[in-house]
């Protein structure tokens, strides 16, 4: 078996596997299908799992489960692990499945699409997807090993499963060592990437740690919207008052007055956050700011840290800065100094461009924006000193429209006007 083309091309290796799933099931020998996942197949078998099955034993009805998500542990941590991993805009595909040490489903995230394709196998919670509840499938694999895994297609036993493919990984308590469940991803054969399974074994990383803390996690209590706010890396009671990100220096400061620095990419993620109230999507995000190579999964992964550190200041699905914070940036105060016609005191606070050392296209438009609105208001004002103070800034500097106007209220042989005109180009 070609295991290859599982990413180059899953429509042909799931053929093969299709093949393969028949003769083995029927007790041919097939070399090329592992001994463990045949062992697998076998074992489910003899427990009662027919591959002509689809329905899972159910456990506790959707009541039930309610409660048993309070009582577990990974309530704690289900937030982050949704930030991380979740999609359940729209367009969203797969799955986020977390279960408990049994393999009894208790959470699923995901769009109504992906949630309506999953009700057609009762992958649902309260759904035992233990290998003697389902039979194989990447949930009782990565309880029965003990290690993340992926099953594609046919390696899942039952038929109906084989338009899926899952990747999962179990989480073990950081201070016992024992077994606190399993984190699935699911979804349409053309979902799954190599890159899969690194960000699952990634977020049980991410889980781990979070349990591991002195508070066990606990920080990450829910908010009052019904989502968590994810305060683990941020101080007790810490609130973001505003954001800097004129200049080369960005920053968030907080109530408390003080400012902690951003990472350029978090700082042009914030800057996209403060330009749309709709919000962004992570697919949207990855493109501006990583053309056809960004992924979303990489966004979830930065803003599960951009949340960590802003905690309630950044909503997600879709992603968007908190109605408290929306334009409480420098560059938002800017705007709205502009539209109130205080041009005298936005050309004040307009000190720097907009993160000056992002070569990012999305944030060049804004920063080119900011200059032409600033600019167009200091011309249309007629005054002689704001026009001045403005060619004098970077931004500015080559305004040839500024330049003009301010020539008209001065006088075309001014040497002020002159100099400005040679700087401009114009």
Same mark, same amino acid.
Request: with cysteine; glycine share 10%; aromatic share 4%.
């Given at each position: 078996m070609d295991y290859g083309l599982r990413f180059s091309d899953p429509a042909k290796y799931a053929r093969a596997l299709r093949r393969a799933h028949e003769l083995v099931?029927?007790?041919?020998?097939?070399?090329?299908?592992?001994?463990?996942?045949?062992?697998?197949?076998?074992? *489910? #078998? +003899?427990?009662?799992?027919?591959? /002509? $099955?689809?329905?899972?034993?159910? @456990?506790?009805?959707? *009541?039930?489960? =309610? $409660?048993?998500?309070?009582?577990?542990?990974?309530? $704690?941590?289900?937030?982050?692990?949704?930030? @991380?991993?979740?999609?359940?805009?729209?367009?969203?595909?797969?799955?986020?499945v977390l279960t408990d040490a049994t393999g009894e489903i208790l959470w699923r995230v995901g769009s109504r699409e992906a949630l309506r394709r999953?009700?057609?196998?009762? !992958?649902?919670?309260?759904?035992?997807?233990?290998?003697?509840?389902?039979?194989?499938?990447?949930?009782?694999?990565?309880?029965?090993?003990?290690?993340?895994?992926?099953v594609? *297609?046919?390696?899942?036993?039952?038929?109906?499963?084989?338009?899926?493919?899952?990747?999962? +990984?179990?989480?073990? /308590?950081?201070?016992?060592? &024992?077994?606190?469940? =399993? @984190? /699935?991803?699911?979804?349409?054969?053309?979902?799954i990437s190599a890159d899969t399974l690194r960000m699952v074994r990634c977020a049980v990383r991410v889980a781990e740690s979070l349990l591991g803390t002195s508070d066990g996690g606990s920080s990450l209590g829910a908010s009052s919207s019904g989502r968590a706010s994810r305060q683990g890396a941020r101080r007790p009671g810490a609130v973001v008052s505003s954001l800097e990100l004129l200049?080369?220096?960005?920053?968030?400061? !907080? +109530?408390? &007055?003080?400012?902690?620095?951003?990472?350029?990419?978090?700082?042009?993620?914030?800057?996209?956050? /403060?330009?749309?109230?709709?919000?962004?999507?992570?697919?949207?995000?990855? %493109?501006?700011?990583?053309?056809?190579?960004?992924?979303? $999964?990489?966004?979830?992964?930065? #803003?599960?840290?951009?949340? *960590?550190?802003?905690?309630?200041? =950044?909503?997600?699905?879709? %992603?968007?800065?908190?109605?408290?914070?929306?334009?409480?940036?420098?560059?938002?105060?800017?705007?709205?100094?502009?539209?109130? &016609?205080?041009?005298?005191?936005a050309l004040e606070e307009y000190t720097a461009p907009l993160l000056s050392r992002s070569g990012v296209l999305a944030v060049q438009l804004l920063r080119d924006q900011l200059d032409m609105a600033v600019g167009s208001a200091v011309t249309a004002s007629g005054d002689a000193g704001l026009l001045v103070r403005w060619l004098s800034t970077d931004m500015g500097c080559r305004d040839p429209l500024a330049v003009e106007a301010f020539g008209q209220l001065v006088g075309r042989a001014d040497a002020q006007y002159l100099a400005f005109r040679a700087s401009s180009g114009s």
């Open positions: 099931i029927s007790g041919v020998t097939r070399p090329e299908i592992p001994t463990p996942l045949a062992e697998s197949w076998r074992r *489910s #078998m +003899a427990l009662g799992i027919s591959p /002509d $099955q689809h329905s899972p034993r159910h @456990l506790h009805d959707p *009541s039930e489960v =309610v $409660q048993l998500r309070r009582e577990h542990r990974l309530h $704690q941590v289900m937030p982050a692990l949704q930030d @991380l991993l979740a999609d359940d805009s729209s367009s969203g595909r797969h799955l986020l999953a009700d057609r196998l009762e !992958f649902s919670e309260g759904a035992d997807w233990s290998e003697a509840g389902i039979g194989t499938n990447a949930i009782s694999e990565a309880l029965v090993t003990g290690g993340p895994v992926q594609f *297609s046919a390696e899942h036993l039952v038929r109906t499963h084989h338009d899926w493919a899952c990747t999962a +990984a179990p989480i073990t /308590d950081p201070l016992t060592g &024992g077994l606190l469940g =399993v @984190l /699935d991803v699911s979804g349409p054969l053309d979902t200049g080369d220096r960005p920053a968030a400061v !907080f +109530a408390d &007055g003080s400012r902690v620095p951003l990472t350029l990419r978090r700082a042009e993620i914030l800057v996209l956050l /403060d330009s749309r109230s709709q919000g962004w999507s992570a697919d949207e995000l990855a %493109y501006e700011l990583h053309g056809d190579a960004g992924t979303p $999964q990489a966004i979830r992964t930065e #803003m599960f840290r951009v949340r *960590s550190m802003l905690g309630d200041a =950044v909503e997600s699905n879709p %992603y968007r800065l908190a109605a408290g914070l929306a334009g409480c940036s420098d560059s938002g105060r800017v705007l709205r100094m502009l539209r109130e &016609g205080l041009v005298a005191k």
